[in-house]
């Protein structure tokens, strides 16, 4: 059996997690590969960082394609090999005119979650602006979804499964950055990123809307290092890259934004 309570201790999603366990001692106990639901990016991490030192079970991730955001977990006992084509996924395309009613992101999840289908069964979706949008699901959804889901706001879709190589995946916008500061405080590195105030930063950090690495961080005096993405709701998110130190004992660091 596996060390639960260590496992489980300091997590953030302790109940997604401890499913994820489960999941893990059944594929132990039935040299099986067991496949989760779609994670979150928050539950994806700390899943990944509670698991890595265990010797017994192997996990691997996937959503789809590379720059997905929310995956399903293949887990086996380390004895198995595990490739991605092991982790069941399907893709609709959501074909509609949507010209004179856009839709977003919200409008798509809205339209799907309505069939009765719980958050957990979807992946990504990618929206296709006034073409419709495509969406990653698990496997078993895909009969249904084709009959249920007949509309996206006022606007009438047609539901069709696609293969994975079809996702029109679309690579983000992004904004090299040079700034200089006077240390490495969260509240300094993600406002000069984002273009926002340091006391609004420090509000949103305060109020639980910026992740560090997907890991909610509610302290702006927070020290953030190279490689570390932060995001924040509404904002985008922003990476940290090179760090140097000036003449004048300062940071000079280098950002990338993404919208």
């Known amino acids: 059996m596996l060390p639960r309570e260590e496992l489980l201790k300091g997590v953030e999603n302790r109940e997604e997690v401890a499913r994820v366990i489960d999941q893990a001692e059944q594929a132990l106990r039935t040299w099986e590969i ?12 700390e899943v990944e960082e509670k698991f890595r030192n265990l010797t017994e079970v192997e996990l691997l991730g ?35 005119n949507f010209l004179f009613d856009p839709a977003t992101h919200r409008d798509f999840l809205g339209a799907i979650l309505s069939t009765g289908i719980v958050r957990e069964k979807v992946g990504d979706i990618i929206v296709l602006g006034e073409r419709g949008a495509q969406v990653i699901v698990v496997p078993e959804l895909v009969d249904f979804l084709t009959t249920a889901l007949t509309s996206v706001r006022s606007v009438p879709v047609k539901i069709q499964p696609i293969d994975l190589s079809e996702l029109k995946i679309r690579p983000p916008k992004k904004k090299e ?5 006077a240390s490495m405080r969260l509240d300094a ?16 950090i305060s109020s639980g809307d910026v992740r560090v690495n997907w890991k909610e961080i509610k302290q702006p005096s927070h020290t953030v290092e190279s490689g570390d993405l ?30």
């Open 189 to 204: 590195i993600a406002s000069a990123g984002l273009g926002m105030s340091r006391s609004k930063m420090a509000d949103a």
């Open 230 to 259: 932060i995001s924040v709701t509404g904002k985008g998110r922003v990476e940290v890259g090179e760090v140097s130190i000036t003449k004048k004992q300062r940071y000079r660091v280098q950002l990338t934004r993404y919208k």
């Open 62 to 96: 996937w959503g789809g394609y590379p720059q997905a955001e929310r995956k399903r977990i293949a887990i086996a006992r380390s004895e198995l090999p595990l490739d991605s084509a092991m982790v069941e996924l399907a893709a609709l395309d959501i074909a509609g």
């Open 177 to 181: 950055m040079t700034t200089v500061e």
């Open 34 to 45: 067991i496949t989760t639901d779609f994670l979150s990016p928050p539950i994806f991490v």
